[in-house]
């Protein structure tokens, strides 16, 4: 059996999590039951942000809530000081009734209605993560009504085939998500984005997919990325962040 963090096998020969017995928490909570190792979530947060100091980048360490959407656990990614992604106007009611400053918060998704960005804008949150063109229409016209303004990502397809399961990739030519990076689509985004009074564009996002094992695919994303990046530096006037 392996096992991480505080789980253990204890003595009586059953699997012990945080020093409680789990036949314990099953016999008062009762089964299924999802059990979260609390030291060792805030072991991993931990790690990630000291390999971005180790190496003298500046860096936001996001959760993505739509892991596990919980107060107690979007209170824990606080404590913690990681920035949080959400995926819908669920995850990001939990994460204001959390109390998570709202300058951390990037809201994802290629399908947001105009109600849940209506209640981004609304709320202040950090970004958002830009999807589609119809997308950046709604933002504009949502920001006029409110008077609000908004710093957004544009979603990227680089053209790069993830070694997962064919169903989670993500990053593909023919992804549904995003603005492709080879066939004009990110820089008719990013021209869009640039005529806009209310939305500013804080530089691009990718996503290549999910359950990766092999680093590779994300090499070669950020290789296409950066070398986007520098076609752009002279023709678009914003600075990447």
């Known amino acids: 059996m392996f096992l991480h963090g505080t789980s253990r096998q204890n003595q009586h020969g059953h699997l012990e999590i945080g020093g409680v017995d789990a036949l314990y928490l099953a016999e008062k909570y009762g ?8 030291a060792l979530i805030r072991e991993r947060a931990k790690s990630f942000k000291q390999a971005f100091i180790s190496a003298g980048l500046k860096a936001q360490v996001a959760y993505a809530s739509k892991a596990f959407s919980s107060v107690a656990m979007i209170q824990l990614a606080e404590e913690e000081g ?8 669920g995850e990001l009611y939990t994460a204001v009734a959390a109390g998570f400053p709202a300058e951390r918060i990037h809201f994802h998704g290629n399908n947001k209605s105009r109600e849940e960005l209506r209640m981004a804008l609304e709320h202040r949150i950090g970004c958002i993560v830009v999807d589609n063109f119809y997308e950046i229409a709604l ?5 006029k009504e409110t008077g609000h303004s908004i710093d957004v990502l544009l979603r990227i397809t680089p053209g ?8 989670i990739t993500t ?5 549904k998500f995003g603005f492709d990076l080879h066939n004009g689509q990110t820089e008719r985004a990013i ?3 640039l005529q806009s009074e209310h939305i ?6 990718c996503h290549i997919g999910s359950q990766i094992f092999d680093t590779a695919g994300f090499v ?6 950066f070398k986007k990046l520098d076609e752009w530096r002279d023709s678009y006037p914003f600075v990447s962040k």
């Open 160 to 167: 790069v085939e993830a070694h997962t399961h064919d169903y």
């Open 220 to 225: 070669l994303a950020a290789e296409k990325i």
């Open 31 to 38: 089964t299924p039951l999802y059990v979260y190792d609390v």
């Open 139 to 143: 933002l504009e016209d949502l920001c």
């Open 82 to 89: 990681l920035s949080l992604d959400v995926v819908s106007g």
């Open 191 to 193: 021209e869009q984005v």
């Open 171 to 175: 990053g593909q030519e023919d992804s």
């Open 200 to 205: 500013q564009l804080l530089g691009v996002h």
